[in-house]
């Protein structure tokens, strides 16, 4: 009777500490709410026809994700449903992101406390929930696909854990394998890195030092969503790994060194991952070329001191799995969450992000609560960690609201990593959306001085001619822009947009299908193709592009205008 009492209010006890896990990560980060969309958003939510049309639903679970090498249907679909809702109103999106973190920090939470870390599980819960380094996870609504997957990856885990249990029947333990093979499936198809939850799973079972026999079934079965999830992609993407190239060398400078190389600047930045978990200072949304500059990688102090860190930590785990499994267990996961997204087993689409240490993070939390609590005084470590919290908390509030849109994101981002051709490109963009054109035009030539194959750069300086009413001047830029990248779709429909109004119609019919040709469902081109239609005078052709873009152009302004045009003529 005392033993169920006891569990009782220990049950009680875990429901209250979950709710107040998930009521503080909501209110650190009710500032989002105000927040409209920035970076990413405009791409994957703003200008993608794919989510706002219903009709075409289907295709976001059997073609890939922007930039072509992505699968991730789940994430667009969610986008999606808020779409067919709400439209282009930002709280709902924001106010999911929310949510998830919410839960995720609740159910790691939950997690802990399964796998034996009692004493630590609510504040290391806590200090996940307000963490600023997961700003842009939440904040950002692109951020949603690192929610989801690491939803839906801890309730994978949780399931396994169900089912590695000693008094588990075989009956339930196969029940619950499924299921948790069902959540990693979900995982992945929200982002494909979800797949480490696998290697979390093997951690978990060796933390417990159960039977590893009991435990093979439920691996096998999360191995076996992972092929299903690879499958998938495969179909839809033509290839298992995203295919790299010459043109992501901005946002992944790693890809222009050696593979040795690459591993150890790749080893060092995991150490400057670990120390943003402990240090969040200075944040950042890009990290691309030349913020991490590869070539001169190690005359940096700082990088040889983020390798000591990440050598360091790699022989706690060695040195202390026997010993003391939990601190081992702790940085362990910091490792495997790391495993497919740290550039070291092969290189990915960015150098660095913050978004990427969203699950990884909690290892080093965690392991930055135990070695508190177990090296100071009860009463020190509480006022450690409550003015940790504190100052997490204070500078995540403040943080979210840097991604309250482009102008401000971008104001910042210029201030702190003022050597980044994306952060001077992507500033450039929103001094010249301001009328700006002069001061823009500087700030992109300058983006292009740092990285001269930066084909934005130089659309960019041919759009601030052309909002100056230079068409010769725009004509050289965009050419310059194809010239740097073939694929490069915006310069290739502004110089078709520029031909059908100087009437060189068979120039401008050859830019748009120059843009079919790679992507046969571009928006843009098809709308530039209607213009033309209409341009030339040919009147039937425009009615047989209008009705095949109907579905998917209503809430297109251009489209609307030639709409409109289209039927005026008609009426003549």
Same mark, same amino acid.
């Given at each position: 009777?005392?033993?169920?009492?006891?569990?009782?209010?220990?049950?009680?006890?875990?429901?209250?500490?979950?709710?107040?896990?998930?009521?503080?990560?909501?209110?650190?980060?009710?500032?989002?709410?105000?927040?409209?969309?920035?970076?990413?958003?405009?791409?994957?939510?703003?200008?993608?026809?794919?989510?706002?049309?219903?009709?075409?639903?289907?295709?976001?679970?059997?073609?890939?994700?922007?930039?072509?090498?992505?699968?991730?249907?789940?994430?667009?679909?969610?986008?999606?449903?808020?779409?067919?809702?709400?439209?282009?109103?930002?709280?709902?999106?924001?106010?999911?992101?929310?949510?998830?973190?919410?839960?995720?920090?609740?159910?790691?939470?939950?997690?802990?406390?399964?796998?034996?870390?009692?004493?630590?599980?609510?504040?290391?819960?806590?200090?996940?929930?307000?963490?600023?380094?997961?700003?842009?996870?939440?904040?950002?609504?692109?951020?949603?696909?690192?929610?989801?997957?690491?939803?839906?990856?801890?309730?994978?885990?949780?399931?396994?854990?169900?089912?590695?249990?000693?008094?588990?029947?075989?009956?339930?333990?196969?029940?619950?394998?499924?299921?948790?093979?069902?959540?990693?499936?979900?995982?992945?198809?929200?982002?494909?890195?979800?797949?480490?939850?696998?290697?979390?799973?093997?951690?978990?079972?060796?933390?417990?030092?159960?039977?590893?026999?009991?435990?093979?079934?439920?691996?096998?079965?999360?191995?076996?969503?992972?092929?299903?999830?690879?499958?998938?992609?495969?179909?839809?993407?033509?290839?298992?790994?995203?295919?790299?190239?010459?043109?992501?060398?901005?946002?992944?400078?790693?890809?222009?060194?050696?593979?040795?190389?690459?591993?150890?600047?790749?080893?060092?930045?995991?150490?400057?991952?670990?120390?943003?978990?402990?240090?969040?200072?200075?944040?950042?949304?890009?990290?691309?070329?030349?913020?991490?500059?590869?070539?001169?990688?190690?005359?940096?102090?700082?990088?040889?001191?983020?390798?000591?860190?990440?050598?360091?930590?790699?022989?706690?785990?060695?040195?202390?799995?026997?010993?003391?499994?939990?601190?081992?267990?702790?940085?362990?996961?910091?490792?495997?969450?790391?495993?497919?997204?740290?550039?070291?087993?092969?290189?990915?689409?960015?150098?660095?992000?913050?978004?990427?240490?969203?699950?990884?993070?909690?290892?080093?939390?965690?392991?930055?609560?135990?070695?508190?609590?177990?090296?100071?005084?009860?009463?020190?470590?509480?006022?450690?960690?409550? #003015? %940790? @919290?504190? *100052? =997490?908390?204070?500078?995540?509030? $403040?943080?979210? &609201?840097?991604?309250?849109? +482009? !102008?401000? /994101?971008?104001?910042?981002?210029?201030?702190?990593?003022?050597?980044?051709?994306?952060?001077?490109?992507?500033?450039?963009?929103?001094?010249?959306?301001?009328?700006?054109?002069?001061?823009?035009?500087?700030?992109?030539?300058?983006?292009?001085?740092?990285?001269?194959?930066?084909?934005?750069?130089?659309?960019?300086?041919?759009?601030?001619?052309?909002?100056?009413?230079?068409?010769?001047?725009?004509?050289?830029?965009?050419?310059?822009?194809?010239?740097?990248?073939?694929?490069?779709?915006?310069?290739?429909? #502004? %110089? @078709?947009? *520029? =031909?059908?109004?100087?009437?060189? $119609?068979?120039? &401008?019919?050859?830019?748009? +299908? !120059?843009? /079919?040709?790679?992507?046969?469902?571009?928006?843009?081109?098809?709308?530039?193709?209607?213009?033309?239609?209409?341009?030339?005078?040919?009147?039937?052709?425009?009615?047989?592009?209008?009705?095949?873009?109907?579905?998917?152009?209503?809430?297109?302004?251009?489209?609307?205008?030639?709409?409109?045009?289209?039927?005026?003529?008609?009426?003549?």
């Amino acid at each position: 009777m005392l033993g169920s009492m006891s569990n009782k209010i220990s049950s009680s006890t875990d429901y209250r500490h979950g709710f107040y896990v998930f009521a503080c990560a909501c209110a650190v980060f009710s500032i989002s709410l105000l927040n409209g969309f920035a970076l990413d958003d405009l791409i994957h939510i703003v200008q993608n026809p794919k989510i706002q049309n219903s009709a075409v639903w289907a295709r976001l679970f059997l073609e890939p994700s922007y930039p072509g090498n992505l699968f991730r249907p789940l994430t667009n679909f969610t986008y999606a449903l808020t779409y067919e809702y709400f439209a282009l109103w930002p709280l709902p999106y924001h106010l999911t992101n929310i949510l998830l973190h919410a839960a995720v920090s609740s159910l790691l939470y939950v997690l802990l406390k399964r796998i034996g870390f009692d004493s630590i599980a609510f504040v290391v819960a806590l200090l996940f929930a307000v963490h600023p380094l997961h700003v842009e996870a939440v904040a950002n609504v692109s951020g949603r696909a690192e929610l989801l997957a690491a939803f839906f990856g801890v309730l994978s885990l949780l399931f396994f854990q169900d089912g590695c249990t000693p008094s588990a029947s075989t009956a339930r333990r196969s029940i619950v394998f499924c299921i948790s093979a069902g959540c990693l499936l979900l995982a992945a198809l929200s982002k494909e890195s979800a797949l480490v939850f696998i290697g979390l799973a093997f951690l978990i079972v060796s933390l417990q030092q159960r039977e590893f026999k009991k435990s093979l079934p439920g691996l096998f079965t999360l191995t076996g969503a992972a092929l299903i999830f690879l499958l998938w992609r495969y179909l839809a993407l033509g290839s298992i790994a995203a295919a790299t190239g010459e043109t992501e060398l901005l946002d992944n400078p790693l890809l222009g060194i050696g593979a040795f190389q690459r591993i150890l600047v790749a080893l060092a930045l995991l150490g400057k991952y670990a120390v943003l978990c402990v240090l969040p200072v200075p944040l950042s949304a890009d990290y691309s070329f030349a913020v991490i500059d590869t070539q001169n990688f190690w005359a940096s102090l700082q990088a040889w001191l983020n390798l000591l860190v990440a050598l360091l930590l790699l022989c706690v785990v060695a040195l202390t799995f026997r010993r003391k499994p939990t601190r081992a267990f702790l940085v362990a996961w910091f490792f495997v969450a790391f495993a497919i997204t740290a550039n070291i087993l092969f290189p990915i689409g960015t150098i660095f992000g913050e978004r990427l240490a969203y699950v990884p993070s909690l290892g080093i939390i965690g392991a930055l609560v135990l070695t508190l609590k177990e090296s100071l005084s009860r009463r020190v470590s509480v006022f450690v960690l409550c #003015a %940790l @919290g504190g *100052l =997490y908390a204070c500078q995540t509030f $403040f943080y979210s &609201a840097v991604w309250h849109d +482009n !102008a401000t /994101l971008y104001g910042y981002q210029v201030t702190v990593s003022e050597t980044s051709a994306k952060t001077l490109a992507n500033y450039a963009t929103v001094l010249r959306n301001k009328g700006k054109l002069d001061e823009a035009s500087l700030y992109y030539r300058r983006a292009l001085q740092i990285y001269p194959r930066f084909a934005n750069a130089a659309f960019g300086i041919g759009s601030v001619y052309g909002k100056k009413g230079a068409y010769s001047g725009a004509e050289h830029w965009y050419h310059e822009a194809i010239s740097i990248d073939p694929s490069h779709a915006a310069s290739r429909e #502004a %110089l @078709g947009r *520029l =031909y059908v109004n100087a009437g060189k $119609f068979d120039d &401008a019919r050859e830019q748009f +299908n !120059a843009i /079919l040709t790679r992507d046969p469902q571009s928006l843009p081109a098809r709308i530039g193709l209607f213009a033309l239609a209409l341009q030339e005078g040919k009147l039937e052709e425009a009615k047989r592009l209008r009705a095949q873009l109907t579905g998917e152009a209503l809430g297109d302004p251009d489209f609307q205008n030639l709409d409109a045009r289209l039927t005026a003529s008609l009426k003549q």
